[in-house]
Nanobody, 122 residues
Framework: QVQLVESGGGLVQPGGSLRLSCVASGKIISIKSMGWYRRGPGKQRELVASVPKFGDTTYADSVQGRFTISRDNAKNMVYLQMDRVVPEDTAVYYC????????????????WGRGTQVTVSS
């Protein structure tokens, strides 16, 4: 099994900043990609940003230039620096990882965290 645990959510004022963190643990052989998704009130879950183990990052158009994703491969962690937030960023943010795991057989699978609430409000 693989577990993802997010932290860093909370209440932030418009124009402010927040940093989310996620750590992956468990029977991990390698993590092919990590990223952040979000589900806003009354909306479907959407990709916010993702980063492969090696290669270029991907951002949703709505956050390009405001959010920055980064990854620490040695610690199995991914971060999301959220700057100049707007009320539309209010959502539950989920950490995602595409992992090669060895439990009970070697396979590639998607894993999700439980989510962390981000609320942008004055």
């Amino acid at each position: 099994q693989v577990q993802l645990v997010e932290s860093g959510g909370g209440l932030v004022q418009p124009g402010g900043s927040l940093r989310l963190s996620c750590v992956a643990s468990g029977k991990i052989i390698s993590i092919k990609s990590m990223g952040w998704y979000r589900r806003g009130p009354g909306k479907q879950r959407e990709l916010v940003a993702s980063v492969p183990k090696f290669g270029d990052t991907t951002y949703a158009d709505s956050v390009q230039g405001r959010f920055t994703i980064s990854r620490d491969n040695a610690k199995n962690m991914v971060y999301l620096q959220m700057d100049r937030v707007v009320p539309e960023d209010t959502a539950v943010y989920y950490c995602h990882a595409f992992v090669r795991t060895e439990a009970p057989i070697i396979l590639d699978a998607d894993f999700w965290g439980r989510g962390t609430q981000v609320t942008v409000s004055s």
